[in-house]
């Protein structure tokens, strides 16, 4: 069974090109370190979202996987120091975990 955490972010649209840089440094970083969770990121096409939407989100074997996860990424000093960095540039943000759906 496959849960997905995903984090989905608004941020402000004249201040894209500053914050999708920092959002490649979060990505250098699950490259870097092999203890960060591994992502995809997703800037929504069309749908729900506006276009100035960042999406992150990453499947786990098990719900306390993607919590371990979650609290790593909230506890890290390393992610947060980024994160402070870009919540300048953020309007609203939330977090989600999906459980799949056994028919």
């Known amino acids: 069974m496959s849960y ?3 984090f989905v972010q608004l ?9 999708l ?13 092999p203890e ?14 506006a276009s100035n939407t960042l999406i992150w989100e990453s499947d786990f074997e098990t719900l306390e996987a993607a919590q371990d996860a979650l609290a790593f990424l909230l506890n890290d000093s390393r992610h947060e120091e980024l994160f402070q960095i870009q919540s300048e540039f953020i309007l609203g ?10 028919s």
């Open 4 to 6: 997905k955490l995903r």
């Open 11 to 19: 941020f402000k649209q004249e201040k894209m090109k500053e914050y």
């Open 21 to 33: 840089a920092i959002e490649q440094q979060f990505a250098r970083m699950e490259d870097q370190y």
């Open 36 to 49: 960060f969770p591994k992502g995809k990121r997703y800037l929504p096409c069309t749908g729900r979202e």
């Open 93 to 102: 943000t939330y977090t989600e975990i999906y459980r799949p759906f056994d």
